[in-house]
């Protein structure tokens, strides 16, 4: 599969076992964004490490998970970005929006 899923005390780790986020994976890892929250996790880390290419629906999946988080009073942190998707997220200024960590430890403190 895709995306595996971890479950820890206060967070869910996210993990995206795929070169591309796109519109083939996107509504999944929407629909578990749903799903975790739903659940009643408000912190959910995406680790990105594997994914070297990220299009608008990916990001789009990104963006809803962060609103879901802030809605439920959380935080959704992305980690292991890799340069072509660290270069998408900054040109589309979501930099400033997103939170984003080098890793998960790193990630795990912004709790």
């Known amino acids: ?51 070297r290419y990220c299009d608008s629906s990916g990001l789009s999946a990104i963006l809803i998970g962060n609103r879901l988080c802030k809605e439920h009073e ?9 340069e072509p998707v660290r270069k998408v997220i900054t040109i589309s200024k979501l930099d400033t929006i997103l939170s984003i960590a080098n890793t998960l430890n790193e990630a795990e403190q912004l709790i």
């Open 74 to 82: 959380g935080i959704l942190v992305l980690s292991g970005l890799q």
């Open 1 to 51: 599969m895709s995306l595996q899923i971890e479950k820890k005390d206060n967070y869910a780790v996210i993990k995206v076992n795929s070169d591309k986020l796109d519109s083939l994976l996107a509504p999944h890892l929407k629909s578990q964004l749903v799903v975790l929250t739903s659940e009643g996790i408000k912190n959910i880390f995406i680790d990105l490490s594997a994914t």
